[in-house]
Nanobody
Protein backbone atom coordinates (compact mmCIF):
# COMPACT_ATOMS: atom_id res chain seq x y z
CA UNK A 1 0.00 0.00 0.00
CA UNK A 2 1.42 3.36 -1.04
CA UNK A 3 1.70 5.87 1.78
CA UNK A 4 2.70 9.52 1.56
CA UNK A 5 3.24 11.57 4.70
CA UNK A 6 3.90 15.31 4.43
CA UNK A 7 5.56 17.50 7.02
CA UNK A 8 7.22 20.90 7.30
CA UNK A 9 4.29 23.23 6.93
CA UNK A 10 3.79 26.22 9.20
CA UNK A 11 3.30 29.96 9.43
CA UNK A 12 5.82 32.39 8.00
CA UNK A 13 5.97 36.04 7.05
CA UNK A 14 6.10 37.14 3.45
CA UNK A 15 9.60 36.78 2.04
CA UNK A 16 10.38 33.84 4.28
CA UNK A 17 11.14 30.22 3.45
CA UNK A 18 9.83 26.77 4.29
CA UNK A 19 10.84 23.27 3.23
CA UNK A 20 8.16 20.64 2.91
CA UNK A 21 8.97 16.93 3.07
CA UNK A 22 7.01 13.92 1.90
CA UNK A 23 8.04 10.47 3.10
CA UNK A 24 6.96 7.86 0.56
CA UNK A 25 6.61 4.13 1.08
CA UNK A 26 5.01 1.13 -0.58
CA UNK A 27 5.41 2.07 -4.25
CA UNK A 28 7.32 -0.37 -6.41
CA UNK A 29 6.99 1.14 -9.85
CA UNK A 30 10.22 1.73 -11.75
CA UNK A 31 8.66 4.66 -13.55
CA UNK A 32 7.06 7.34 -11.41
CA UNK A 33 6.01 10.94 -11.20
CA UNK A 34 5.95 12.76 -7.89
CA UNK A 35 4.14 16.03 -7.52
CA UNK A 36 3.27 18.80 -5.12
CA UNK A 37 -0.19 20.34 -5.33
CA UNK A 38 -1.90 22.98 -3.22
CA UNK A 39 -5.44 23.99 -2.44
CA UNK A 40 -6.58 27.25 -0.90
CA UNK A 41 -10.03 27.56 0.74
CA UNK A 42 -12.75 27.81 -1.88
CA UNK A 43 -10.37 27.09 -4.73
CA UNK A 44 -9.56 24.06 -6.83
CA UNK A 45 -6.45 22.01 -6.19
CA UNK A 46 -3.64 23.20 -8.44
CA UNK A 47 -0.29 21.79 -9.45
CA UNK A 48 2.85 23.34 -8.03
CA UNK A 49 5.71 21.17 -9.28
CA UNK A 50 6.45 17.67 -10.58
CA UNK A 51 9.54 15.51 -10.89
CA UNK A 52 10.32 12.12 -12.43
CA UNK A 53 13.36 10.23 -13.66
CA UNK A 54 13.25 11.30 -17.28
CA UNK A 55 13.37 15.09 -17.45
CA UNK A 56 13.99 18.27 -15.56
CA UNK A 57 11.50 19.20 -12.87
CA UNK A 58 8.59 21.34 -13.97
CA UNK A 59 6.89 24.19 -12.14
CA UNK A 60 3.73 26.20 -12.24
CA UNK A 61 4.40 29.70 -13.51
CA UNK A 62 3.37 31.25 -10.21
CA UNK A 63 6.19 29.51 -8.30
CA UNK A 64 8.93 29.19 -10.91
CA UNK A 65 12.17 30.70 -9.65
CA UNK A 66 10.99 30.59 -6.03
CA UNK A 67 10.24 26.92 -5.37
CA UNK A 68 12.46 23.88 -5.94
CA UNK A 69 11.25 20.28 -6.03
CA UNK A 70 13.72 17.47 -5.37
CA UNK A 71 13.76 13.81 -4.41
CA UNK A 72 16.18 11.84 -2.29
CA UNK A 73 15.90 8.30 -3.65
CA UNK A 74 17.95 6.81 -0.82
CA UNK A 75 15.50 8.20 1.73
CA UNK A 76 12.38 7.84 -0.46
CA UNK A 77 11.59 11.42 0.40
CA UNK A 78 10.27 14.23 -1.75
CA UNK A 79 11.00 17.86 -0.90
CA UNK A 80 9.66 21.27 -1.82
CA UNK A 81 11.93 24.17 -0.93
CA UNK A 82 9.85 27.34 -0.92
CA UNK A 83 11.63 30.70 -0.90
CA UNK A 84 10.36 34.27 -1.21
CA UNK A 85 6.96 33.17 0.01
CA UNK A 86 3.97 35.36 -0.72
CA UNK A 87 0.55 35.57 0.98
CA UNK A 88 -0.98 34.03 -2.14
CA UNK A 89 1.08 30.88 -1.48
CA UNK A 90 -1.13 30.22 1.56
CA UNK A 91 -2.79 26.81 1.07
CA UNK A 92 -2.86 23.18 2.08
CA UNK A 93 0.01 21.47 0.28
CA UNK A 94 -0.30 17.87 -0.85
CA UNK A 95 2.26 15.33 -2.02
CA UNK A 96 1.17 12.91 -4.74
CA UNK A 97 2.53 10.10 -6.93
CA UNK A 98 1.57 8.17 -10.05
CA UNK A 99 3.08 4.99 -11.37
CA UNK A 100 4.15 6.35 -14.75
CA UNK A 101 6.22 9.26 -15.99
CA UNK A 102 4.90 12.80 -15.61
CA UNK A 103 2.34 13.82 -18.23
CA UNK A 104 2.86 16.93 -20.31
CA UNK A 105 0.08 18.78 -18.53
CA UNK A 106 -0.29 17.58 -14.97
CA UNK A 107 -3.56 17.83 -13.09
CA UNK A 108 -4.78 16.21 -9.87
CA UNK A 109 -6.72 13.65 -11.90
CA UNK A 110 -3.42 12.36 -13.31
CA UNK A 111 -2.20 11.17 -9.90
CA UNK A 112 -3.09 8.00 -8.02
CA UNK A 113 -2.00 8.48 -4.41
CA UNK A 114 -2.13 11.44 -2.05
CA UNK A 115 -0.84 12.45 1.34
CA UNK A 116 -2.97 14.05 4.03
CA UNK A 117 -1.59 17.55 3.41
CA UNK A 118 0.36 20.11 5.38
CA UNK A 119 -0.78 23.70 5.90
CA UNK A 120 1.32 26.65 4.77
CA UNK A 121 0.27 30.12 5.90
CA UNK A 122 2.10 33.24 4.71
CA UNK A 123 1.27 36.54 6.38
CA UNK A 124 1.93 39.96 4.90
Amino acid sequence: QVQLVESGGGSVQAGGSLRLSCAASGYTHYSYCFGWFRQAPGQEREGVAVIDGTASPRYAGSVKGRFTISKDNAKNTLYLQMNSLKPEDTAMYYCSVRGTWCPLSWTPADFDYWGQGTQVTVSS
